[in-house]
């Protein structure tokens, strides 16, 4: 059994992804890792970054961006699906610039791969999320934040990545244009992984965090709206406060340790006081989703109350 890791990325060090955490955390499991790298500023180090891992397993497959031609977040899953081609795993594990495993994992997602490798009805496995938010003790379980995704998919050229690259799907005779289109694709049947993902997507010095907003929406929205709806925000992202969220007592992945090490900037963070009114609310603070939380949290033991879930889950 070979398992293949892989990612995409831009701009990593000038956003403030832990792309080097990101990879070195499956390396020990995977046989190679395949990472597009796409065409970054002048002032972005994120080759250099990647390459002082210093493995002969990571391969960096250098890409151009067309957000003409892959507009609304599907360059992302464009991206993806040039790394994922690239790969000759019977498995292949994306993981995504800000998404990190434990290495208390590994050999439980190691040892499902080689339970189902023969089981051709299982095209992937599903991982249960941890979202951090603001900084490395708090943490989001909230309605609105995905709590399980695809991250390992068959090495089968009909899947593909789907939508921004968040999840996949079977899209056979596919084009490799449309990756929003809905007609002729299939949600992958998968099994759990019995493992987490670790995600630091929200966790950014508040500078960091509001460039890297404005760099997502762009690749979504278009450079015009987004300079239209950043023209009066801030220069910094606003975290509101974090007793809106879970306090995490567990220990991160020591892959992350010398990132976290790099946090500075808790003076800009607060736990209590209001909710400001100089911005929307974030989900997580408005009532409404408050009241569904408590519900899918205490009533419903986790489930979803009207979530929308991309794949078909297989007792396996």
């Known amino acids: 059994m ?7 990325v831009k701009n990593a060090t000038k956003l403030y992804y832990p792309i080097k955490a990101s990879i070195m955390s499956i390396l020990p499991i995977v046989d190679e890792f395949v990472v597009a790298v796409g065409d970054c500023d002048e002032d972005d180090s994120t080759r250099k970054e990647i390459e002082s891992i210093g493995s002969e397993k990571v391969r960096i497959i250098d890409t151009k961006w067309d957000l003409k031609k892959y507009p609304n977040g599907t360059e992302n899953a464009h991206q993806t699906d040039i790394a994922r081609e690239a790969c000759s795993g019977d498995w292949l594990f994306y993981l995504q610039a800000d998404e990190v495993v434990h290495e208390k994992y590994l050999n439980t997602i190691k040892n499902r791969c080689e339970q189902l490798l023969d089981d051709k009805q299982t095209e992937g496995l599903l991982f249960k999320y941890v979202h951090f938010w603001g900084d490395y003790d708090h943490y989001h379980v909230a309605h609105g934040w ?3 995704e695809i991250r390992i998919v068959r090495n089968d050229p009909d899947i593909h990545s789907w939508e921004s690259a968040q999840s996949f799907r079977r899209i056979p005779g596919f084009n490799y244009v449309n990756y929003r289109q809905q007609k002729g694709t299939y949600k992958l049947k998968v099994a759990m992984a019995d493992a987490y993902i670790y995600h630091y997507g929200w ?3 508040p ?8 760099a997502l929406d762009t690749i979504h929205k278009g450079a015009e709206r987004v300079e239209e709806i950043y023209k009066n925000e801030k220069d910094e992202f606003d975290y509101g ?5 879970m306090k995490f007592n567990g220990d991160h992945p020591a892959a992350m340790k010398e990132w976290i090490g790099l946090f500075n900037w808790s003076d800009s963070l607060r736990t209590g006081g209001p909710i400001p009114d100089s911005r929307p609310r974030f989900k997580h603070e408005k009532l409404k989703y408050r009241i569904v939380t408590f519900l899918e949290q205490k009533v419903l033991r986790g489930g979803m109350i009207g979530g929308f879930r991309n794949y078909e889950l297989l007792k396996r």
């Open 203 to 205: 966790v950014r010095p």
């Open 146 to 148: 995905y709590p399980k």
């Open 207 to 214: 500078s960091y965090m509001q460039n890297k907003k404005k």
């Open 241 to 245: 406060p974090l007793r809106l969220a």
């Open 2 to 8: 070979k398992i293949s890791g892989f990612s995409m």
